[in-house]
């Protein structure tokens, strides 16, 4: 999904927490293990974060930059 035209200034304020977040970044960086399984399946429906990073830079909380 590519990034979105009509971003807010709140959307690029809550990717950047998730691009600071330890345990996304744990999982961004190993792409193995149970901090990586609990951030694929929490990113979508819990985490407004994770949701807010796909919508800025149109990949997945959990995927490699």
């Keep these: 999904m590519p990034p979105t035209e009509n971003l807010t200034p709140l959307d690029k304020a ?3 927490v ?3 977040c330890p345990v996304c970044l744990h999982a ?3 792409q193995k293990g149970l901090v990586y399984d609990f951030v694929n399946k929490i990113e979508e429906d819990v985490c407004p974060f994770c949701r807010a990073y796909e ?3 149109g990949k997945k909380a959990h995927e490699r930059r």
């Design 14 to 16: 809550m990717a950047k």
């Design 18 to 20: 998730c691009e600071l």
């Design 28 to 30: 961004r960086y190993h």
């Design 55 to 57: 919508r800025v830079h």
